[in-house]
């Protein structure tokens, strides 16, 4: 494998995933490892439908972050809206109901989604999606900017409700901090 050393990139990172990577080859499994904003790649279909958490953080940039979620029957993400963030949603197992809108009381847009499926969400849209499927809804999501700490894991929704230690990382680019709204 060819690491080259640029803007950070040292020999001991390019030396580490070298040993990851080949570990990971040799035992057929996959270990997704937020690494924070160094280059990564994997399977991302595969990881987002192995994850059994609500959600966890694959790997966060300075502009942008990728999150791997498994929603369970009759659960939903979440009604929110991020002021200042886009977002981009895949379903890659399971089946959903999208909601969105201009305000938490006013969803006028509404899909049923499933396995193949993208949403996209534009900054300051309320939206959800809930599981109306019998088995676990897979989904990856794309914040930019990042939203969660890097390599964060939260097994349940109430977990990461609750969880207090849950901020992007400093070296992150955020926008001028607009409070996300949670329902």
């Known amino acids: 494998m060819n690491h080259e050393k640029n803007d950070g990139w040292g020999a001991q990172i390019a030396s580490q995933n070298d040993s990851t990577d080949t570990r990971l080859m040799e035992a057929k499994t996959l270990e997704i490892k937020d690494r924070g904003p160094y280059p990564q790649s994997f399977n991302i279909e595969e990881a987002t439908k192995r994850n059994k958490n609500y959600r966890s953080v694959a790997w966060s940039g300075r502009y942008l972050q990728v999150t791997l979620m498994s929603i369970p029957e009759g659960g939903d993400i979440g009604l929110e809206a ?61 914040y930019a900017p990042a939203h969660h700490s890097p390599g964060k894991v939260q097994a349940t929704a109430a977990v990461a409700e609750a969880d207090q230690d849950d901020e992007p990382a400093a070296w992150s680019v955020q ?7 949670h329902v």
């Open 82 to 142: 991020h002021p200042e963030t886009d977002q981009f949603l895949r379903l890659d197992a399971g089946s959903g109901k999208v909601q969105m809108g201009s305000a938490k009381d006013k969803l006028t847009f509404e899909q049923d989604v499933s396995s193949g499926w993208c949403v996209l969400v534009p900054a300051g849209t309320w939206h959800n999606i809930t599981n109306i499927g019998v088995t676990p809804m897979q989904v990856y999501a794309i």
């Open 175 to 181: 926008t001028t901090q607009t409070s996300d709204q």
